[in-house]
């Protein structure tokens, strides 16, 4: 993204993942809501795996949407076990 010399440091991206219980789509599941800061004209995608030595991030099954600077996408089908994320701006 950027070189993170210190006249031009690299980016930062703070979010969080909210659990709200009963909200998945099993019973007693809980659909995870990654939510993070998000800039004005860009877009995002969040990605996941399920484990960190997968070979790519497939694409959470949920749509991002942006109100008053904040991105935030509800994973619709999170994994029993655990899931790692990331967000893509583009």
Do not use: C, E, M
Not at 23 to 35: D, F, L, R
Not at 55 to 76: C, E, M
């Amino acid at each position: 993204l950027s070189s993170s010399d210190s006249t031009n440091p690299p980016p930062v991206l703070t979010g969080q993942i909210l659990f709200s219980p009963g909200s998945g789509s099993g019973a007693g599941q809980t659909a995870p809501q990654i939510t993070w800061a998000a800039a004005p004209g860009l877009g995002y995608q969040v990605q996941y795996k399920t484990n960190l030595t997968d070979d790519a991030w497939l694409p959470v099954n949920g749509s991002a949407v942006i109100q008053n600077g904040v991105g935030f996408v509800n994973d619709l089908a999170p994994d029993p076990d655990h899931r790692f994320y990331r967000v893509v701006a583009y």
